[in-house]
């Protein structure tokens, strides 16, 4: 039986920039799949930056695409939230309904859901431990499950589902409870995501593996006949194969309410017209996954492939200063992540690779860091997945969080970015 309420839908890509183009290119050919099914507009909310359709390194003005030679998945995509406006909190407000604490000028379109409505919500961007990136702000684990257990205790809604798109995607997901709250990650807490198909006239990633399987199976599948167990069957074994193809694991995980796996798709996303589909899917139903990378390399490979093109003497010169700025910052963060081990007797911390059980905690130590020692808002590739684990570490070594910001606090009147 289909829901008798609304279904609602939000859509959130956490990048700004060229060298993210795939976390865009997700969200708009997500939206497509939710506009093209029935979902009324009304009814999706989008958040994104909106920087690549006309980017100055797009040779395709206007023109977005999530799959080799694929369709342009930017025309009538909603802008409900785009440039600064795109942070974690107006997530959160958003997702909870909240339009006063929605911070922007202009319309507040926010989820307004009943106890008898459906809540779809995607994900794009980098993640760490316990950590999803936005442009300009960070969405913790420990606010993203606060925010779902209480709209879910306040009776906002009768079903969510969550698909998260981002490194380490399972712990920001691993601790749902909640009766009827389903999510998909797009790999385990400890496994990584993959960009893949590198365009070279664009000279950028196009899409993820985990994504480009997920929309694949929207655009082909009948969605009144199809449930979230068999996508996520489907996602397991697809995911899987392509990143084993690469010589790399990445692992679909589920988590919350299992009882969901019964439900169809449609009861989320409406009734797939057959028309829409077959239009559509005739030009990505034989695309191969290819060029799998790992996302904290894109930002280099974009860069390298800059200046090996770009003819300008000066200006090549400008862009290999941006990526030697770039590897030295990186080194930096390690000398000072080093400097807060040895301040704090925990040089294991270095080198471990613990899950985050501790997700407040977490979220006081990565904040300290963020305004003390490096704010990776501002410069968004420096601080890598490696360095927060190291924040992670320290946190599950059952420190005082006090020792840690006060370590943080030193290492920061040492180190000199």
């Known amino acids: 039986m289909a829901s008798r309420g609304k279904q609602w839908v939000l859509l959130a890509a956490g990048s700004k920039g060229w060298k993210d183009y795939s976390v865009q290119a997700n969200v708009c050919h997500a939206y497509q799949v939710a506009h093209q099914n029935g979902v009324p507009d ?46 974690a909190e107006n997530f959160l ?108 006239k664009r000279n950028t990633f196009l899409s993820d593996i985990f994504t480009f399987n997920w929309l694949q199976h929207m655009d082909t599948v009948k969605l009144t006949v199809t449930s979230f167990g068999e996508q996520f069957s489907y996602l397991q074994k697809h995911v899987s194969k392509d990143a084993r193809k690469a010589g790399v694991t990445e692992t679909p995980c589920n988590y919350g309410d299992k009882g969901m796996l019964k439900v169809m798709l449609s009861e989320f996303f409406g009734d797939s017209p057959r028309f829409v589909s077959e239009t559509y899917t005739s030009q990505i139903l034989n695309v191969q996954v290819s060029d799998v990378v790992d996302t904290t390399q894109v930002p280099l490979i974009i860069q390298e492939n800059r200046i090996k093109n770009e003819q300008d003497p000066e200006k090549r010169q400008a862009l290999e200063r941006q990526y030697d700025d770039l590897k030295r910052k990186r080194k930096t963060v390690d000398e000072a992540l080093q400097k807060i081990a040895e301040r704090t007797n925990a040089s294991r911390a270095l080198t471990e690779k613990r899950e985050v059980t501790r997700t407040y905690e977490l979220k006081l130590v990565a904040e300290h860091f963020r305004k003390n020692l490096f704010n990776w808002e501002e410069e968004p590739f420096v601080v890598t997945r490696a360095h927060l684990q190291v924040l992670v570490n320290l946190c599950e070594c059952v420190l005082e969080v006090e020792s840690i910001t006060e370590a943080i606090t030193h290492a920061s009147q040492e180190i000199t970015f």
Not at 74 to 82: F, M
Not at 143 to 160: C, E, G, H, P, Q
Request: net charge negative.
């Open 42 to 87: 009304e009814q999706i909310v989008v958040m994104m930056y909106d920087d690549i359709a006309y980017n100055e390194q797009n040779p395709t003005p206007g023109n977005i695409i999530n799959v080799p030679n694929g369709p342009n998945v930017y025309p009538g995509v909603l802008k409900d939230y785009t440039g600064e406006e795109v942070s």
């Open 93 to 200: 407000s958003v997702l909870c309904g909240d339009s006063e604490a929605v911070k922007k000028t202009g319309r507040k379109k926010v989820i307004q859901s009943g106890e008898n409505d459906s809540i779809f919500i995607y994900l794009s961007d980098h993640g760490n431990r316990g950590i999803f990136h936005f442009p300009n702000s960070t969405l913790y684990a420990h606010d993203l499950i606060n925010t779902v257990k209480a709209m879910s205790k306040s009776r906002t809604f009768s079903k969510m589902v969550i698909y998260l798109e981002a490194c380490h995607s399972g712990s920001m997901l691993d601790q749902l409870s909640d009766s009827n709250v389903y999510a998909v990650s797009s790999c385990s807490p400890d496994e990584y995501t993959y960009a893949c198909f590198f365009d070279k």
